[in-house]
């Protein structure tokens, strides 16, 4: 591998967290090797199916496939790969049931995954609201959110064994009696710091918004109403906490249910930590993605897109992902047997604001919402046939004949597509992250021995270099503004293509959020920035827009609403 084609950054990263260490901390691999040992273990598992594959030959086109950044799988299949721990997948749903042990069983299954490097995403909606009856004890339940500080207090413990930050999403349903609290539970953003949380819309809650009526909380136990509310009160008040630090987010449960393709196995109740990947309670997924800009051509005037490499990149990624879910060891015998049941995996895209930049087109147009739709149809409709061509040779998922995909094509997987945050694959994949827009174009980094470093969009880069602009002054400017938006010198027409998360207005950030989620079997990873001196109403107005547009969620940030926000435009430690 062209070792030089990784970034420093993407190498800090890597020998911080993915290559291989002895017990004293020193490096036993290389990157190449990283990428050796993920390929050899990853088309190991074509031989369960056929004895004549040449294994070695397919380690060689994984290794090619993931050393060209065409294709990344997720960060836990990169680290443990090949490895004792072995557990490959991102994403987990676990179930919490209203009663101690299972409150308790899912603490420690919690624990298992975040050791192993995963996420965990739960419905607390099962659990009897606080003030409730405990027959066994004749006490008063305390209710969901003292729960969660539960299982946050044991994330904080485990911190995934020092690779990976303990992360879990935690849902409530807007008609569970203690839905108030829930809404208020992060306000002060010291608590339940290792959850995103989302509140759970039904259908009936947003039409009671628009009808301006009450809507019924429903005891978990009895089913039965035990109170109601202004459903347009509650709307706001999750609004109101949204524009004041960006949490609770929404996700559309009705909308998450119409895509479940296996019904007979449950209800889908949560997503994974990002949002991402709806899934059953003890499913998971292993998700990966394709680099875009890798998937460009050059041409006499630019680039366009490459389609036939990129339906080979699709073929061989889906191939890849299904092999995963075989090689992988899982966390609990109940995850094993779920996850081969349905054999969802979650292929998306990286690189699509660095693509665009490429282009020319800018993120906040038309066309290129159009071209979203058509690069996203044509790598999902391209994962649906390499799933079925893999049915074809393998056999479907176990559930094929009792999901509502039965009367279609053969499928090897319930689902294929998903677009993850690839907060770490887009580091080392050298790319902008997911679908998000290129959030500053310059940053100053801060080098532990007390210098300095300037980093820029490497698309940025290039053209100010093509323009003769390129000089540290303008770097400076640009890291301190993070926008390119107000430099002069710069022709109107290439700041109009290279904007930033906040030259975007949250209505085109949700038009492209919309035009991948139409192509995406499970979620789209998206997080709709807005300027500081948004409105509430303009938080409202998004919300409205997204479920209109038919996205299966959304997460807002106001910039500067978090004391300690990931991000700053202007500096980076
Ligand atoms: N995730 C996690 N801990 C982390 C980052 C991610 O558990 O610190 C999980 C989570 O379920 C998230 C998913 O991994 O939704 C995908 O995140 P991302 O694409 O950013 O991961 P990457 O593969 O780039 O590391």
Redo the contacts with the bound molecule.
């Keep these: 591998m062209a070792i030089s084609e990784i970034s420093k950054n993407a190498l800090t990263v890597l020998e911080k967290r993915y290559l291989g260490k002895d017990g004293e901390g020193n490096l036993t691999e290389t990157v190449e090797g990283m990428f050796r040992r993920v390929s050899d273990t990853i088309a190991a598992a074509d031989a369960k199916y056929d004895n004549t594959t040449d294994t070695k030959a397919l380690s060689d086109q994984f290794f090619e496939l993931m050393t060209d950044l065409r294709f990344l799988p997720?960060?836990p299949t990169l680290m443990n790969a090949g490895r004792v721990l072995g557990q490959l997948s991102?994403?987990f749903v676990l179930p919490v049931e209203d009663s101690m042990e299972g409150i308790f069983d899912s603490v420690k299954n919690a624990a298992l995954i975040h050791k192993s490097g995963?996420?965990t995403g739960f419905s607390f909606s099962r659990l009897r609201q606080s003030g409730s009856a405990v027959r066994s004890t004749g006490g008063v339940a305390s209710g969901p959110i003292s729960f969660m500080k539960v299982f946050n207090a044991a994330t904080e413990a485990v911190k995934q064994g020092g690779t990976?930050?303990g992360?879990n999403m935690g849902v409530l349903r807007i008609d569970h009696p203690d839905i108030l609290d829930f809404i208020n539970c992060k306000a002060d953003n010291k608590e339940i710091t290792n959850f995103n949380i989302s509140v759970g819309i039904t259908e009936a809650f947003m039409e009671a918004v628009e009808s301006q009526s009450d809507y019924d909380l429903i005891d978990p136990k009895t089913k039965q109403a035990v109170g109601h509310l202004s459903a347009e009160k509650v709307f706001d008040l999750v609004v109101d906490h949204a524009w004041k630090n960006g949490e609770p987010g929404i996700i559309f449960l009705d909308r998450l249910n119409r895509d479940n393709v296996t019904p007979t196995q449950g209800e889908i109740e949560s997503t994974?930590?990002?949002g991402?990947?709806p899934l059953l309670p003890y499913e998971s997924c292993n998700?990966g993605s394709i680099n875009l800009v890798k998937m460009l051509r050059k041409t006499l005037t630019g680039y366009e897109f490459d389609f036939r490499l990129l339906g080979e990149t699709v073929e061989q990624a889906v191939h890849f992902l299904d092999n995963v879910i075989d090689a992988n060891n899982y966390p609990l015998d109940k995850i094993a047997e779920t996850t081969r049941a349905s054999r969802k995996i979650g292929l998306g895209v990286m690189g699509w604001a660095d693509a665009l930049l490429m282009l020319g087109i800018p993120y906040n147009s038309d066309e290129a919402v159009e071209l979203a739709e058509r690069v996203m149809g044509y790598i999902n409709t391209a994962g649906h046939a390499a799933s079925s061509k893999l049915a074809a040779k393998r056999g479907t998922f176990p559930l094929f004949s009792v999901s509502t995909l039965k009367d279609g094509a053969a499928m090897r997987n319930a689902t294929v597509t998903t677009i993850?945050?690839?907060?770490?694959?887009s580091i080392i994949g050298g790319c902008s992250s997911g679908v998000e827009p290129v959030f500053a174009y310059a940053f100053i980094r801060n080098i532990m021995d007390g210098t300095e470093m300037i980093e820029v969009n490497p698309v940025l880069t290039e053209k100010l270099k093509e323009l003769g602009l390129y000089s540290d002054r303008l770097l400076r400017r640009i890291a301190s503004e993070g926008t390119i938006a107000h430099c002069e010198e710069i022709p109107q027409e290439v700041r109009d293509v290279f904007v930033c998360s906040h030259d975007i207005k949250p209505i085109d950030h949700i038009k492209m959020q919309a035009a991948f989620q139409r192509h995406t079997d499970n979620a789209v990873s998206k997080t709709v920035n807005f300027p500081k001196e948004a409105t509430r109403n303009e938080v409202r107005e998004a919300y409205l827009l997204a479920y209109k547009e038919g996205c299966k969620g959304v997460t807002i940030y106001r910039d500067g609403s978090r004391e300690e926000q990931v991000l700053n435009i202007g500096k980076v430690n």
């Design positions: 997720n960060s991102a994403c995963g996420g990976r930050r992360a994974n930590p990002c991402e990947q998700l993850a945050p690839t907060g770490t694959l």
